[in-house]
T-cell receptor
Framework: QKEVEQNSGPLSVPEGAIASLNCTYS??????FFWYRQYSGKSPELIMS????GDKEDGRFTAQLNKASQYVSLLIRDSQPSDSATYLC???????????FGTGTSLTVIP | EAQVTQNPRYLITVTGKKLTVTCSQN?????MSWYRQDPGLGLRQIYY???????DKGDVPEGYKVSRKEKRNFPLILESPSPNQTSLYFC?????????????FGPGTRLTVL
């Protein structure tokens, strides 16, 4: 079983719509959760981090964490063509200081 | 400018020829890490370091070595590269010693082993 699983997509949404990206993780001791964005040919860059259950909002982005269900999601409101990228979910297990990444979800925002 | 640098950016080599990919950060970060990224497999952690002289294996350490003699540098060594190590490699650093904070990634090194 993979540590982190994401739907690889591709996910297509029209400009202005809400894009919803989902991620599940297998190990309940996971403590820290991250969403990274990676444009084609570029390195990943952090969008959001979340450490406790509930929602965390930053501009057009909202991360949601449900530790009981071992589920973390990212909502992108008012999606823009510049949001077209691959979104990587990452989990840190503090017990080992290791990071585990999902394979990423490819998002295309259609103008 | 705060950044993580990697060299070389592109490398084509042959099986068995030892190589080193350098990584340097100028942010005084405690935590540094190496990843490889392969299609369909995503980013996988090779090795990480929580401080000088402290390194540990990640998910896929076989065939790689690292060292952390200075805080800013974290080179990745392939003693005897093989074709299955052809990949895109990223170095990353984080202020937090545990790595629980944001990781800043270098630009990547595309390695081809023939």
């Amino acid at each position: 079983q993979k540590e982190v699983e994401q739907n690889s997509g591709p996910l297509s949404v029209p400009e202005g719509a809400i894009a919803s990206l989902n991620c599940t993780y297998s190990d309940r001791v996971s403590q820290s959760f991250f969403w990274y964005r990676q444009y084609s040919g570029k390195s990943p860059e952090l969008i959001m981090s979340i450490y406790s259950n509930g929602d965390k909002e930053d501009g057009r982005f909202t991360a949601q964490l449900n530790k009981a269900s071992q589920y973390v999601s990212l909502l992108i409101r008012d999606s823009q063509p510049s949001d077209s990228a691959t979104y990587l979910c990452a989990v840190n297990k503090n017990t080992g200081n290791q990071f585990y990444f999902g394979t990423g979800t490819s998002l295309t925002v259609i103008p | 400018e705060a950044q993580v640098t990697q060299n070389p950016r592109y490398l084509i080599t042959v099986t068995g020829k030892k190589l080193t990919v350098t990584c340097s950060q100028n942010m005084n970060h405690e935590y540094m890490s190496w990843y490889r990224q392969d299609p369909g497999l995503g980013l996988r952690q090779i090795y990480y370091s929580m401080n000088v002289e402290v390194t540990d294996k990640g998910d896929v350490p076989e065939g790689y070595k690292v060292s952390r003699k200075e805080k800013r540098n974290f080179p990745l060594i392939l003693e005897s590269p093989s074709p299955n190590q052809t990949s895109l490699y990223f170095c990353a650093s984080s202020l937090s010693m545990s790595g629980s904070g944001e990781q800043f990634f270098g630009p990547g090194t595309r390695l081809t082993v023939l």
